[in-house]
């Protein structure tokens, strides 16, 4: 929602393209790839509200592009060169407030050993030194884990974490979370900006533009799932003995998400990309 | 257990549910002892509240015994008999911790949902769709209370359970109404519908010093216990012109405070009724503003609206004009439950408040179809179906 208007804050960080951004796929493969892709992304949409669709997402969409850059490559090499590198990044920047003091919320978050507990796609974080650490996500559904290393490259206490992972990982990507007074006595206001890099290329783009929308709103519930926890120490729940049809209520939820569509302003601070 | 699910519109059918059991370190199960009908339950027996799902429980006032808690609540502990408000408040977010419980930053979790619609996300409320949490109701032999502690209070020895089973929801809803109205020695207060939540209001409005009180419905029996019990003059707005009565009994200048206690499905003689009743059938509006537009106009300049009437999406026609060069306050909201309890347990203890005339009807939960078809057509002169599932 806050796309790009984090204020005063630095410029915006992007994984620099490295690992899985380089096109060096056979044709099986591609194809393999973007069916597996496509499989994967739409059970991460469906496994959304259980936080486990992040992975399946993002895998998914990591091997959706990697099959359909690869076509590109072969029949529209010239085409493809014309693409701005930043274009397929995946990136959502969220804020959230919380009654809690700034040293409490930053020390948090600079645990990264913490993250796994409000982010639902991480199975694990290991810090192995003072800057570096070693991220587990897992693919529901016995379809493995993908894990990676990042390091901290910028951290300044009770204020500021920048961290990316290492070039060569599977998933390119980089977080900076900003911690600040919020006026009147109301804690702290996070300001993270999460980013993804997906595969160069025109499709790598519009596979970006398809899942950011679903990228934002599970980080979106990462980010509640932090406040949560540092304010209540727990995380609320309904389930129980409630409800039994699920797929009716989802298409009533839908229904009435349209309906306040139809009337909201959407105006330049909504805009998705 | 046995509870009353909803099926879908005006579909109510008791069934076997699998028991709650504590999820989170601050919850609580509680044995229901009583469970009352509420207005605002016919907003979703109508299917005007979206995101009810087949087999919800339903109910969100009600008192208990405490049969479990979780380790991190500290309170509490069982046989504790308590009284539960109907909206859940973790008491830390910073609208808790100043007593704006309903305005809760984390006890919906489906916070995203009303976010999107409303721009913020409220309060979890018991047994009332899933936008507002999706949390299991109280028309049950048990229930799950999360932030127990925060929620869930311990009634004074020597209440009766028919006298304390209102400090839940249509007492401090009335209470609030008052509260908002901002009532200042000397003002006359109208307060539109006689339901619980209208009938609580009148009384908490003499409580916090209004001069007098007229109360608006078309029940008889309704507008006889406001005026015989709650000691309010009464309007019969199918019998007067609303607005010329009004400016006659406060002498031409219009009531000081106006309390909304009706909400969207309000009903009306005039032809603004029919307009709002085919938009909202064809969901162009959801909610028929009719108390709205009148009290507005009814106000004396400079007064206060005070809404506690519940209303869920858009209004049409709303007469802006009168409320902005009139100079009106709009106050409004779902009531504060743990703010209000505490005091309104002492004002029940000292016999200053007794909502127990509310309570026409005592059943078993096996007859919570029967009582809600009751409740919503206002037959046998029914104020609230309490229910009494053990
Ligand atoms: N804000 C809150 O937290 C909260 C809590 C509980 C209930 N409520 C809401 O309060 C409202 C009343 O609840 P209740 O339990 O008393 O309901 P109820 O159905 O028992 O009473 C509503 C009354 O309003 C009367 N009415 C209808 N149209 C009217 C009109 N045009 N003018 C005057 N009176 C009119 C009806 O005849 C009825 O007596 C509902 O909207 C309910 O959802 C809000
Ligand atoms: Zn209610
Ligand atoms: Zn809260």
């Known amino acids: 929602m806050l796309e790009n208007k984090s204020g005063d804050s630095s410029a915006i960080h992007i994984p620099p393209a490295t690992g899985s951004s380089i096109i060096n796929i056979g044709t099986g493969e591609r194809i393999a790839s973007v069916l597996g892709g496509l499989a994967l992304a739409s059970l991460g949409v469906r496994n959304m509200k259980k936080g486990k669709g992040i992975a399946l997402l993002l895998g998914g969409g990591y091997l959706l592009t990697r099959g359909l850059v690869g ?51 991480l199975s694990e974080v290991k810090e192995t030194d003072a800057t570096h650490s070693h991220w587990t996500a897992v693919i529901p559904r016995g379809l493995g884990t993908v894990s990676w290393e990042a390091e901290i490259v910028e951290d300044r206490a009770d204020e500021y974490i920048f961290w990316q992972s290492l070039p060569g990982s599977t998933i390119d990507n980089a977080g900076e979370v900003t911690f600040k007074d919020a006026p009147g006595q109301r804690g702290t206001e996070v300001h993270a900006i999460i980013s993804y890099r997906l595969p160069a290329g025109d499709v790598g783009a519009l596979a970006a533009k398809l899942i950011n929308p679903v990228v934002e709103l599970l980080i979106q519930e990462d980010l509640r799932r932090f406040k949560n926890i540092l304010e209540t120490g727990e995380i609320p729940t309904a389930e129980g003995p409630s409800g039994r049809l699920q797929d009716k209520v ?22 998705r990309h | 257990m046995k509870a009353l ?51 919800d429980i339903i109910g969100h006032e009600f008192i208990g015994e405490v049969v479990d808690i ?44 009303l976010e999107k619609v409303y721009g913020a996300t409220s309060a979890g409320i018991f047994g009332y769709s899933h936008a507002f949490g999706g949390y299991a109701g109280s028309h049950a032999d048990l229930i799950r209370v999360p932030f127990a502690d925060k929620g869930a ?18 007492l401090p809803t009335g209470y609030m109404a008052a509260d908002m109205a901002g009532i200042q020695s000397g003002d006359i207060v109208a307060v539109w519908g006689c ?7 009148i009384q ?61 499905e309000a009903h009306s003689p005039g032809i603004d009724y029919m307009y709002d009743r085919v938009k909202q059938t064809l969901r162009l509006e959801n909610d028929r503003p009719i108390v709205l537009r009148e009290a507005a106009v009814a106000c004396r300049k400079g007064g206060t609206l005070s809404v506690v009437g519940v209303y869920g999406g858009f209004i049409d026609k709303f007469p802006m004009g009168a409320v902005m060069n009139k100079a009106l306050t709009i106050r409004t909201g779902q009531m504060h ?14 016999n200053e408040l007794d909502p127990s005339f509310l309570l026409t009807h005592l059943w078993p939960l096996s007859r919570g179809a029967e009582g809600y078809d009751m409740f919503k057509k206002k037959k046998d002169k029914c104020l609230r179906v309490v229910f009494t599932p053990n």
């Not at chain 1, 989802?250 to 805009?271: A, D, I, T, V, W």
């Open chain 2, 195 to 201: 339901g619980g939540v209208g009938l609580m209001a």
């Open chain 2, 5 to 55: 699910c909803w099926n879908g519109i005006n579909d109510l059918r008791v069934e076997t549910v699998p028991d709650p059991v504590i999820l989170n370190p601050q919850d609580a199960i509680i044995r229901v002892i009583m469970s009352s009908v509420c207005g605002s339950d016919l907003h979703l027996l109508g299917g005007y509240i979206p995101t009810m799902k087949a087999g």
């Open chain 2, 70 to 113: 979780g380790k991190e609540v500290k309170k509490l502990a069982k046989g504790d008999r308590v009284v539960v408000g109907s909206i859940i408040g973790c008491g830390e977010c910073s609208y808790c911790s100043t007593g704006a419980w309903s305005l809760c930053d984390n006890s919906n979790p489906n916070a995203a949902l």
């Open chain 1, 250 to 271: 989802r298409s009533k939820l839908k229904k009435f998400k349209q309906s306040y569509q139809h009337h909201n302003y959407e105006g330049p601070m909504l805009e």
């Open chain 2, 204 to 264: 908490c409005a003499y409580l916090l010093g209004a001069e007098r009180v007229i109360a608006i419905d078309r029940i008889p029996e309704r507008l006889r216990m406001a005026n015989e019990i709650a000691h309010a003059e009464v309007l019969n707005y199918e019998q007067v012109d609303i607005q010329e009565a009004l400016k006659e009994m406060t002498g031409g200048r219009g009531p000081d405070r106006c309390i909304d206690a009706v909400g969207m």
């Open chain 1, 71 to 121: 076509y590109c490559a072969v029949n529209h090499a010239l085409h493809r060169n014309t693409v701005s590198k930043n274009a397929s990044a995946i990136q959502v920047s969220r804020a959230f407030t919380i009654n809690k003091p700034r040293a409490e919320v930053y020390a948090y978050w600079r645990k990264l050993e913490n993250l796994p507990r409000f982010m639902k796609h």
């Open chain 2, 153 to 170: 209070f311990k009634i004074p020895e020597g209440l009766t359970n028919e006298k304390v089973v209102f400090a839940s929801d249509a």
């Open chain 2, 337 to 350: 439950a743990q703010k209000y309890i505490p005091k309104l347990l002492t004002h029940l203890a000292q």
